[in-house]
């Protein structure tokens, strides 16, 4: 029996479903990799991104290789090039890891009709969640629309079941690979048509592997107050490994359990902190995959102040929240650390996102999909989540009144200004008296400094305090209507 796997968001050889399952049950395997041209025209995700799976499919690649086995790619329309290839090369079965997203699942749903008319079965397994949407529901049998219900169920579903990861595939071996003519390379970033950039957070299986070991072995035991440092390395870096599935969540998660085995100093609130963010992620994929419209629009219509009309004035706003010339420091080293890297850290995704939409007053969704354009771990459900999290339209019960003071929490979390100098080098010679609000500073110590506001260095865009003043009472006009 011939198998095709094929490869999508699950760039791995451990803790893969879809290929331990084609290597056991064919006599040959076909891994295969499809280029949605369609996606990839959009830019829909930016260079960043594309560059950081390039990398991961030249791991995965090589991976295959010293286990004999060829990795196949092909360009096109996804379900033409995977029902052509499922015709060209004889396959009798198809494997592949299910998405969640809603263009994917009609996608796959289309590849599984066409594929039925010509006798090919289909295989498809649970992958990128450690529970689908349908394993975590509440009394009712229902979805659930609050993270704190989901995360109670989530473990008790952990301890029931007590998942662990699929070692690689013993049988994938030479002889399982099927042999057609030389492959030819993988394209560039370039031939995509994207520009060639290096990813920042290296990409792969084995930096996986080696980013998790890393990360278990250290700042986990300390993640509570680390993952909010935004100037230390102090988070596991592992989301675009995530996105790209060159990890599993199970892995993941077994890994971190693993610390207590262990003993030593093993912070149990540390790690259960850290699990809890792959818990919110889960969340995230159960919400996308049960009510589909978030993609189009808000989880729920909340009482929320509307955003600025368009126009000059807004686009102005909008493309200086962009470049990180607001005024603000935490938020322009936070959108700069973004443009140049293509990642950017927790906390600081929160305070411009609030940033954007309760002082700017700007609507969430141009948020989104700037994120999606730059982001290397552009993941629709989570990025999606989090925006919606933070304009107050999402699963969260709190209303729109969750505002962050960008000096304080600059303050309170880059207290030597180490974060905003990495990436506002315009500041790099400012006090750490002055470096979260420059604007304050006099003219003589401007001089002094080299950084002359409102020339070297932006003015803020607007007053926190006012801005705030003003979201609250938009937003009580709409409560006493």
Same mark, same amino acid.
């Given at each position: 029996?011939?198998?095709?796997?094929?490869?999508?968001?699950?760039?791995?050889?451990?803790?893969?479903?879809?290929?331990?399952?084609?290597?056991?049950?064919?006599?040959?395997?076909?891994?295969?990799?499809?280029?949605?041209?369609?996606?990839?025209?959009?830019?829909?995700?930016?260079?960043?991104?594309?560059?950081?799976?390039?990398?991961?499919?030249?791991?995965?690649?090589?991976?295959?290789?010293?286990?004999?086995?060829?990795?196949?790619?092909?360009?096109?329309?996804?379900?033409?090039?995977?029902?052509?290839?499922?015709?060209?090369?004889?396959?009798?079965?198809?494997?592949?890891?299910?998405?969640?997203?809603?263009?994917?699942?009609?996608?796959?749903?289309?590849?599984?009709?066409?594929?039925?008319?010509?006798?090919?079965?289909?295989?498809?397994?649970?992958?990128?969640?450690? !529970?689908?949407?349908?394993?975590?529901?509440?009394?009712?049998?229902?979805?659930?629309?609050?993270?704190?219900?989901?995360?109670?169920?989530?473990?008790?579903?952990?301890?029931?079941?007590?998942?662990?990861?699929?070692?690689?595939?013993?049988?994938?071996?030479?002889?399982?690979?099927?042999? !057609?003519?030389?492959?030819?390379?993988?394209?560039?970033?370039?031939?995509?048509?994207?520009?060639?950039?290096?990813?920042?957070?290296?990409?792969?299986?084995?930096?996986?592997?080696?980013?998790?070991?890393? !990360?278990?072995?250290?700042?986990?035991?300390?993640?509570?107050?680390?993952?909010?440092?935004?100037?230390?390395?102090?988070?596991?870096?592992?989301?675009?490994?995530?996105?790209?599935?060159?990890?599993?969540?199970?892995?993941?998660?077994?890994?971190?359990?693993?610390?207590?085995?262990?003993?030593?100093?093993?912070?149990?609130?540390?790690?259960?902190?850290?699990?809890?963010?792959?818990?919110?992620?889960? !969340?995230?994929?159960?919400?996308?995959?049960?009510?589909?419209?978030?993609?189009?629009?808000?989880?729920?219509?909340?009482?929320?102040?509307?955003?600025?009309?368009?126009?000059?004035?807004?686009?102005?706003?909008?493309?200086?929240?962009?470049?990180?010339?607001?005024?603000?420091?935490?938020?322009?080293?936070?959108?700069?650390?973004?443009?140049?890297?293509?990642?950017?850290?927790?906390?600081?995704?929160?305070?411009?996102?609030?940033?954007?939409?309760?002082?700017?007053?700007?609507?969430?969704?141009?948020?989104?999909?700037?994120?999606?354009?730059?982001?290397?771990?552009?993941?629709?459900?989570?990025?999606?989540?989090?925006?919606?999290?933070?304009?107050?339209?999402?699963?969260?019960?709190?209303?729109?009144?969750?505002?962050?003071?960008?000096?304080?929490?600059?303050?309170?979390?880059?207290?030597?200004?180490?974060?905003?100098?990495?990436?506002?080098?315009?500041?790099?010679?400012?006090?750490?008296?002055?470096?979260?609000?420059?604007?304050?500073?006099?003219?003589?110590?401007?001089?002094?400094?080299?950084?002359?506001?409102?020339?070297?260095?932006?003015?803020?865009?607007?007053?926190?305090?006012?801005?705030?003043?003003?979201?609250?009472?938009?937003?009580?006009?709409?409560?006493?209507?």
């Amino acid at each position: 029996m011939r198998g095709i796997v094929w490869f999508r968001r699950d760039l791995r050889l451990h803790d893969q479903p879809a290929l331990t399952a084609a290597c056991r049950e064919c006599d040959e395997i076909i891994p295969l990799f499809v280029f949605d041209d369609s996606l990839l025209q959009s830019h829909v995700f930016g260079a960043a991104c594309v560059n950081f799976m390039l990398g991961c499919l030249q791991e995965l690649s090589m991976s295959l290789a010293e286990r004999g086995v060829v990795l196949r790619w092909r360009r096109g329309n996804p379900v033409e090039e995977v029902v052509r290839a499922a015709r060209e090369w004889k396959a009798d079965a198809l494997y592949w890891n299910r998405d969640y997203e809603p263009a994917t699942i009609e996608r796959d749903r289309a590849v599984q009709q066409r594929l039925a008319q010509t006798g090919v079965v289909v295989r498809t397994f649970k992958d990128h969640v450690v !529970f689908e949407s349908e394993e975590i529901r509440g009394a009712t049998g229902d979805p659930l629309q609050r993270y704190s219900a989901y995360r109670t169920r989530w473990w008790a579903k952990w301890q029931a079941t007590k998942p662990s990861p699929l070692p690689i595939p013993r049988a994938m071996t030479a002889s399982k690979n099927a042999v !057609f003519p030389a492959s030819p390379p993988l394209p560039s970033a370039l031939e995509l048509g994207y520009d060639l950039v290096t990813p920042w957070i290296e990409p792969g299986e084995r930096n996986a592997k080696k980013r998790l070991q890393w !990360f278990i072995e250290g700042p986990i035991h300390t993640y509570g107050n680390g993952r909010n440092m935004p100037g230390i390395d102090g988070s596991s870096r592992l989301s675009p490994h995530f996105r790209f599935g060159t990890v599993s969540a199970c892995t993941a998660i077994s890994a971190a359990l693993g610390a207590f085995a262990k003993g030593g100093r093993a912070s149990r609130a540390d790690v259960m902190i850290w699990i809890d963010e792959l818990v919110w992620r889960e !969340f995230f994929q159960q919400v996308l995959s049960a009510f589909p419209r978030v993609v189009n629009g808000p989880f729920r219509n909340a009482a929320v102040p509307p955003a600025r009309e368009p126009g000059p004035e807004r686009n102005r706003l909008f493309q200086a929240w962009c470049d990180g010339k607001t005024g603000f420091p935490i938020v322009d080293a936070g959108m700069r650390q973004l443009n140049q890297t293509g990642w950017m850290h927790n906390r600081v995704r929160m305070v411009v996102a609030s940033f954007l939409v309760k002082d700017l007053r700007l609507d969430w969704q141009s948020g989104e999909r700037y994120f999606m354009q730059r982001l290397l771990d552009a993941d629709v459900a989570a990025n999606n989540g989090n925006w919606q999290w933070c304009a107050a339209t999402g699963t969260d019960a709190m209303r729109g009144y969750r505002i962050f003071n960008p000096v304080l929490q600059s303050k309170k979390f880059d207290p030597d200004g180490a974060y905003i100098r990495a990436y506002v080098p315009e500041l790099s010679g400012v006090a750490t008296r002055w470096i979260h609000e420059p604007h304050v500073m006099s003219l003589d110590e401007q001089g002094r400094v080299g950084c002359r506001i409102g020339a070297d260095y932006p003015l803020p865009l607007v007053d926190h305090a006012q801005a705030r003043r003003e979201y609250l009472d938009l937003g009580q006009q709409l409560v006493t209507r």
